[in-house]
Every structure is written in C-alpha cells, then in structure tokens.
C-alpha cells in the first residue's frame, strides 16, 4: 500500500513539474525586435512574444561593460502587454517598451521577460549626435518562402556589413501580414538579428488586409503587423508606425505609405522638407514613383509625391514591390539630369524569391537594370559624401555609385 502510495504521489509530482515547465516555456521571450524612435540618440524601442501572459512584463537595461558587472547598475521598466488572437484562433502577447533617457553613441545591454523568466542579454548602440559616418542595410522585398531562401541573404548581409546601424525594409517583409506562422518564419531566418540590429519597416501592399464588409472590398493594415513593432506614431490619422521621419547623425530619414492617404501624406511630406536643415535626405516608400517590371505603372504613387521631392531635391528614393534591381540616373522631373545637376536616385531592389519581368515603360531611366537576383544594400554616408553599394546574396558587389555634395 505504502509503495502505490508514493507512485502516486511521484507520478503527481512529475505531472507538476511537467505542467510548470510547460507554463515557463509559454512565457519564455521569443521574437524580440529593436526599433527605432524618433530620438535615436536617446531612445529605443522593444518588442517581444510570449505564449501566454505575464503578470509582471518588464525590460532591464544598462550601459554595457567588458565585464558582469554591469549587472550591478542595470534598471527595471515595465512594459505594456496586449492580447492578440491569431487566425488560428490561438491566444499569444505581446510586450513593448519605449526605454528613453539614453547616452548617445552608448552600447547598451538589455534583457526582456518577466515573473522571473527572462531572454538572453543583448547589445545596441544608440546613434551619435554629433554628424560622424554611419552605415545603414536596406533590403527590398522578402515576402515569400522567407524561411526557406531569404536566410541566408540576413546571413550574408550581417557577415559582410556587421557595422550598419540599422536594417530598413522597404515593405512586403512577408506575404501575408495577418498569418502569425509567416512571421515566425521571419524571426526564424533572422534569428537574433532583430533583437541587436534596430529594425525599420515600411508598410507594403502585403502588410494589408483584404476583406468584404457590406460587399465592398476593404483593405486595412494588419494587427499582427502593428503588434510585432514599436515605430513611431503619426502626424496623420490611421497611419501610426507607417508614417513618420527621424534624423539618424545628420540625416533626414522618411518613412512613407504607398497604400491609401497619399495626398494627405503629400502635404505633409511637404512641410517636413520644408522645414528639413539635414545635409542628406533619404525616402522608403514600398511602391515605386518609376515603377520598373514589366506592365506595372505607379502613376498615382508619383503623382502625389514627384512634385515635392522634385521640389527639395531629396537624394534617394528607396523602394520595393517590382521584384527587380534597377537604379535611376539622377531624375529631375521624369528627365535625366546631370550628375552635378539637382535631382534624385530612385532605387528599387528585391531580396526575395519573386522575380518580375523586365521591359518597363522606364526602363530608359534606368543605369542599372536587372532581375532574378537576391539583394541587399549597404548606404553609407559621411559628412558630404553618400556611398552606396549592392550585393547579391553570396556577398559579391553588383552595383555601387557615390554623391557628393
């Protein structure tokens, strides 16, 4: 009697234990992603996934050291945590923070969770606020097989570029925003990239949703898409964390959303240039003012922004959705001007799997022109001079040009 007693009471013990390792593993941290604010000097923001829900979510924070010790003057801050249902019906959480009050050019240490279960610590540095050299990745669209194939292009891009600042996505960084198991094929090829690389993400077509409402056909933003990141609210309403601008050591960066209130967004484009004093500006829009695969033609795209980036002669226009390479001459007005002219570069790039085809109607606009290739970007600017560089996914240099001003 007395043995069946205490296999009982072993097998409720382990039927315990398994349970409560079962509760940390679904409070265990995952997806973790930095974004940047409007003040990345002195800013940062987090976000991360959790199964199930945390009664005490919160970040802990320090100046790194070379050693443990800095443990010794980390900081607590709470962080606010939402319920999302995915589309299959699944509950998970979500926890972010904004973590002001930082040194600029300071390499930070940091750690997310909560009810005593934690991630791993990981590292950033906020920018200077002085204009010195820096570096930053673009990537055109990933979208589809993102796990399977676009692996390996993060892999090659954080080997080869290891000290860009930040990853700027150009939109569709999945093909269906509002499918949770998309996203996790995302986090999956980048790994911990996210969580020590500042992330800034356009909002493409493939962020939105289609659906019937009274049998008309309505397209809005995804949630999966708004909770997975923490970007900066907007001057123009229902476009927050789509719409926004920082200044990142000297230079003006524009975030806009090719997919509805684009007049709305052109007048405010054009009071944020109106008042821009940085030296080098610098647009991500997903879909092309130039568009440069066969039968596609952005005309409402360009006709809401062209006249006002002609009109202050932003720099570079950065872009997706045509799944092909193809950078601009320098464009003033739809026409080709001179290198020492006013004008601007257009470039679309693709770092996936989809392949469009060639033949565009601008295709005579084009310096450089080319598909079936996956691509990243490295842009690096230094006081009066912009360089820019291509690579394909095995690391080999396909483009390159340089501005000066």
Not at 187 to 210: C, M, R, S, W
Not at 352 to 372: C, H, I, M, Q, R
Request: glycine share 4%.
């Amino acid at each position: 009697m007395i043995k069946i007693l205490l296999n009982i009471f072993l097998l409720a013990a382990l039927i315990l234990g398994c349970n409560n390792i079962e509760i940390k593993k679904n409070i265990i941290p995952q997806r973790i992603i930095l974004n940047l604010t409007e003040q990345p000097t002195t800013e940062i923001a987090v976000t991360w996934m959790t199964n199930d829900s945390v009664i005490n979510s919160q970040i802990e924070i320090a100046e790194s050291k070379p050693w443990l010790n800095f443990i010794d003057s980390t900081k607590l801050f709470d962080a606010n945590s939402e319920k999302v249902i995915t589309d299959k019906n699944k509950n998970i959480f979500f926890h972010s923070r904004i973590v002001s009050n930082l040194r600029p050019d300071t390499k930070y240490i940091y750690r997310v969770g909560g009810d005593s279960i934690w991630s791993e610590w990981n590292q950033f540095k906020t920018a200077d606020d002085n204009l010195s050299e820096f570096s930053f990745t673009y990537f055109g669209d990933v979208q589809h097989d993102v796990k399977e194939f676009s692996s390996r292009i993060f892999r090659e891009a954080i080997q080869t570029l290891p000290q860009s600042e930040f990853w700027l996505f150009t939109g569709d960084l999945i093909d269906r925003a509002e499918f949770d198991y998309q996203w996790q094929e995302f986090f999956d090829a980048a790994q911990f990239i996210p969580a020590i690389k500042p992330i800034v993400l356009t909002a493409g077509n493939h962020e939105y949703v289609d659906t019937l409402i009274n049998s008309e056909e309505i397209e809005f933003l995804a949630d999966l898409w708004k909770v997975h990141i923490t970007q900066p609210k907007s001057d123009i309403a229902g476009l927050d964390e789509t719409v926004f601008t920082f200044v990142y050591q000297g230079t003006r960066f524009i975030i806009l959303n090719g997919n509805e209130k684009l007049n709305e967004q052109s007048k405010w484009l054009e009071q944020i240039l109106n008042e821009n004093k940085s030296k080098w500006t610098i647009i991500s829009i997903h879909q092309p003012l130039y568009s440069m695969s066969k039968n596609r033609n952005q005309i409402k795209t360009r006709n809401a922004f062209l006249q006002v980036i002609d009109k202050y002669n932003v720099d570079l226009v950065l872009q997706g959705h045509d799944h092909v390479y193809a950078r601009t001459y320098k464009l003033h007005n739809g026409k080709i001007v001179n290198e020492n002219d006013k004008g601007t570069i257009y470039i679309t790039s693709n770092s996936g799997t989809d392949s469009y085809f060639l033949e565009s109607v601008n295709k005579n606009l084009a310096v450089k022109y080319e598909n079936k290739l996956q691509l990243f970007q490295k842009i690096t600017i230094d006081k009066n001079i912009l360089n820019f560089k291509t690579y394909t996914a095995n690391g080999e240099l396909f483009d390159s040009f340089e501005l000066i001003k």
